[in-house]
């Protein structure tokens, strides 16, 4: 029998999946209805999320991260989070939010091949069906891409370096805990995106639909995103959340299809579902220790 501790967990992860599944609609919603750029949308997005994050660390008196931690920290948020936000949210602007959400989710299986080259990771052959299944599939969700060939490459790069982001993490995150971290990745990609107005003035959201979109995307897709998720992990396994977190693309490209219009080939729908098939092994596959 289901406990109650485990049913919240469930629901928590869903909710972040959830969540963060809308943020391809919104930010479609932020470009369609207004002149705002790219620049203008995630220093939105950064500096609500850092305030109210900010805030609950205040509120808790919880303790900020020092010394080298800080400054790893620091980088996460200024040049990897800043890049594969921007990559992103450029992929929807050249692309289909659907093929973005969908490229995204590349991510697991380039850190699964990081991992096992730099730090000799030796991997299940469970997992190495899991790589060659997201490369075939890869192919078949790129397809013909149709005049999206940009929003393909920027959603390949927000994948890649997303990668990197969760390689440092997942070094970084333990030594000063979760809400700590994710703060100070959000503060910094705010002052970074800030000073980048030095030489590249933004263009700001100019209908309320555009600001209403901003604004969830700094709310619901960010810090309801990031605070169910990390709530979550108190009562499921990591495995458990990173395989439930599979959803988020699921529920974009339903999404996509249903409020947007958009349209996939059975090629793609096929890709797609590979792809998070994939994800899903490489999240279940057990752990081979390294060999001393």
Known sequence: MMTAQRRKGLFLIVLSAFAFGWMPIFGSWAYADSGVDTQGLLLIRFSLAGLVMATVMLLRLATWPRGRTLLGLIAMGGIGYVGQAFCYFSALRHGSAALAALLLYVYPVLV??????????????????????????LILTIGPAGGQWLGVAFGLSAAVIYSGYIIAGSRLTPLVGALPAATVVMLSAACCLWLSTLWSTPSWPSSSTSWLAAIAIALLSTVVAIFAFLAGLDYLSASEASTLSTLEPVISVLLAALILGEKLSALQWLGGMGILIAAILIALAPVIPAPE
């Not at 080259?117 to 030796?122: G, I, L, N, Q, V």
């Open 112 to 137: 699964t091949l990081a991992c096992a080259f730099w730090w000799k990771e030796k991997l299940s052959p469970r997992t190495w069906a899991a790589l060659a299944l997201a490369c075939v599939s």
